[in-house]
């Protein structure tokens, strides 16, 4: 499956079965949003998605806040006109 420029949100994508997703779309063209909420996670994270740039996004967040998780998702919508794909 391609997903060439499209906008993907992965929830929890800092280790683990969310990492491997949000690589899986970075190896297919998408800009990817990877988001955690352990600094320790989001460091590894970086470090293993360096290789794609501005492709992949990091925020550190925990989505137990609704308005911080509104912010996040309008700061996405703004800057792109949209979310193709959300994966939580």
Do not use: W
């Amino acid at each position: 499956m391609e997903f060439k420029d499209k906008v993907c949100v992965v929830t929890g994508s800092t280790s683990g079965i969310g990492l491997a997703l949000a690589k899986y779309l970075l190896e297919h063209g998408a800009k990817v949003y990877v988001s955690g909420r352990t600094p320790e996670h989001m460091a590894n994270a970086k470090a293993a998605l360096a290789q794609y740039g501005d492709k992949a996004s990091f925020e550190l967040i925990d989505f137990c806040s609704y308005r911080r998780a509104e912010e996040y998702f309008s700061g996405i919508v703004e800057e792109n006109g949209g979310v193709d794909y959300l994966f939580a």
